[in-house]
């Protein structure tokens, strides 16, 4: 792969959202960046919600096949859970923010079955009209990154605190499966919740998307990426040991499948972004979402801690 190469400065800040959203938001990126030639960037399967809200909708088309022109993905989407890897073509200029989003967060936010999501995508205003829209015209209009995170801090605190609740069960199943990072058997959770384990695996997916199988096969995987980006050094058996894995043709299989590439070729990618990141630069907060592709030129990185007083009011236009 070659180097991705930016046309002129480039900046990512990274913040925790405000601690009320603790359990329904995981993070916030802001970034302002322009590469000089398009991007494709592989993404890994994952077990959240992303949105994206651009300030300027750059070129961005999902890439299913290489002999079929890509799909136009729209401004501001929002991509579901998904359990296979994905590619994405992007050009110009992007400037916005992305928010991190787990499903019980997501499911209040939208107020839809989160399966209507899983492997696609939605445009953010489309689900959410006019309020939406108001929203993005703030935050572009904001004078600092600090602002517009207070600003989309109120927004959501409001929002998803008036949205609907998975049920008890399947939240609570959803909340042992990332705590444990996928170590937990789906008979004992549903002897936990008490249901059987056929109605677990029905209910989860309907609200969910994606079975609890699959939630614990993608968060064992970001275990052993959360590894492999934050200690040094591990050999294969023990990355597959220290993550869950049986064995370390186990991790291997879950790779290709979750990633589309090997356990090494990922670690070269994440060795290539975290040389980036750290450069001559500190960073003193890292994304929870792993980069799915290297860069080459230093971005100006910094971090914004949350603002312990927020407002509680709403952005949606009345």
């Known amino acids: 792969m070659s180097p991705v190469r930016t046309a002129g400065p480039a900046e990512l800040v990274f913040r925790t959202p405000h601690p009320r959203l603790a359990g329904l938001v995981l993070a916030y990126t802001g970034q302002d960046w322009t590469v000089a030639r398009p991007l494709l960037r592989r993404i890994t399967a ?9 300030f300027q ?44 989003l ?11 079955p989160l399966r209507e999501l899983t492997d696609s995508y939605a445009g953010f205003h489309d689900l959410l009209g006019t309020g939406s829209r108001h929203l993005t015209d703030r935050l572009a209009e904001a004078p600092d990154w600090p602002a517009r995170f207070r600003l989309l801090d109120s927004y959501l605190i ?16 959803w909340q042992r499966l990332s705590m444990l990072s996928g170590d937990v058997r789906i008979g004992a959770l549903a002897d936990e919740v008490g249901w059987s384990r056929q109605h677990l695996n029905a209910r989860f997916r309907r609200e969910i998307g994606l079975s609890p199988k699959s939630v614990a096969r993608i968060a064992r995987l970001q275990r052993s990426l959360s590894l492999m980006y934050d200690t040094g050094p591990l050999s294969w058996a023990d990355a597959a040991a220290a993550a869950g894995y049986a064995d370390q043709p186990h991790l291997n299989r879950d790779f290709r499948m979750l990633t589309g590439c090997s356990p090494t070729e990922f670690r070269t990618l994440l060795a290539d972004w975290r040389g980036v990141l750290t450069g001559n630069y500190r960073l003193t907060h ?6 799915a592709g290297p860069w080459a030129q ?15 009011r709403s952005c949606r236009a009345s």
Do not use: C, K, W, Y
């Open 158 to 173: 409001a929002r998803i605190g008036a949205g609907p609740e998975l049920p008890a069960q399947v939240r609570h199943a």
């Open 286 to 291: 890292r994304p929870r979402q792993h980069p």
């Open 102 to 112: 787990t499903a019980p967060g997501a499911h209040a936010l939208f107020g839809v």
């Open 57 to 100: 909708p750059p070129v961005r088309t999902l890439v299913t096949n290489s002999r079929v022109p890509g799909q136009d993905m729209g401004a501001s989407p929002v991509t579901g859970m998904r359990d296979r890897p994905m590619t994405i073509e992007q050009a110009g200029r992007m400037h916005g923010l992305t928010v991190q």
């Open 298 to 312: 230093p971005m100006r990185t910094r971090t914004i801690r949350p603002d312990a007083s927020v407002t509680n």
């Open 46 to 54: 994952l077990a959240t919600v992303v949105l994206v809200i651009d």
